[in-house]
């Protein structure tokens, strides 16, 4: 208990420091630093249950070369994004990479092809696009895919079902980010949309992320705030199953 809270206390720190980042309001979009390079991208989805929800996606750069995971939620969103990311970081966009089948990650990703950059996702996660008659990831790969990046690489890794069964997340190692997507849940959330969940298996899941990549320090959940390693302990204690 006493190590739990001393990592809230610091995730708070992160939450306060991330705070303080540059930002840049874009109307359909909101763009904040959270290290030197990786850039947080939030756009709004409007639903039934939950009403207006900010829905994250993450940039990830090294030198003139960057990816992105998720789209904005449609794709007047991702153009905007691809104009800024023209104008203002002067990169060439290696690929994108939607982290799950739902619109908060895929919605904006017919803007993408148009531009001619690749597409790339879990299996699963083309199999359910192709179900649900969504714009569909054009690059599959089945456990795990290391995408270059200028001099580096991002680690893209499926851990098993959770939010969906499709989910997967995103590690830089050089800056110690995470990209959680909606697997991980910011710190006091509920548990969410739940319709396409597999709850039985989301804290095992997350188990195995943890274990994966013990030197997280920054780690960016689908919905809401970014912190650290303590969003990891949060959602598996809030889907966590006595067996």
């Given amino acids: 208990?006493?190590?739990?809270?001393?990592?809230?206390?610091?995730s708070l720190l992160c939450l306060s420091l991330w705070a303080q980042q540059k930002s840049w309001d874009l109307g359909n979009i909101l763009i904040t630093q959270l290290t030197e390079n990786t850039f947080v991208h939030a756009s709004f989805l409007q639903t039934n249950e939950f009403g207006k929800v900010s829905c994250n996606g993450l940039i990830?750069?090294?030198g003139n070369e960057l990816i992105i995971f998720d789209t904005p939620t449609d794709n007047a969103g991702s153009q905007t994004l691809l104009h800024w990311i023209q104008h203002t970081l002067h990169a060439r966009v290696r690929a994108i990479v939607p982290t799950h089948f739902h619109s908060d990650c895929l919605g904006g990703l017919s803007a993408f092809h148009d531009a001619g950059i690749q597409s790339v996702a879990h299996e699963l996660t083309i199999e359910l696009a192709m179900q649900n008659q969504v714009a569909v990831p054009q690059k599959g790969f089945r456990d795990q895919i290391l995408l270059p990046l200028g001099n580096e690489q991002v680690i893209v890794r499926y851990f098993g079902a959770g939010h969906t069964k499709d989910n997967v997340v995103a590690y830089f190692a050089k800056e110690k980010v995470l990209f959680g997507g909606c697997l991980l849940k910011e710190l006091h959330a509920s548990k969410g949309f739940l319709g396409d969940a597999v709850t039985a298996d989301w804290s095992n899941t997350?188990?195995?992320?943890k274990q994966a990549f013990p030197d997280i320090?920054?780690?960016v959940p689908g919905h809401g705030q970014v912190?650290?390693?303590?969003?990891?302990?949060?959602?598996?204690?809030?889907?966590?199953v006595q067996k």
Avoid: E
């Fill in 1 to 10: 208990m006493k190590k739990f809270a001393l990592s809230l206390c610091f």
């Fill in 60 to 62: 990830v750069r090294d």
């Fill in 206 to 209: 997350v188990g195995k992320v």
């Fill in 217 to 219: 320090k920054w780690v």
């Fill in 227 to 240: 912190g650290n390693k303590a969003l990891l302990d949060y959602t598996i204690q809030l889907f966590f």
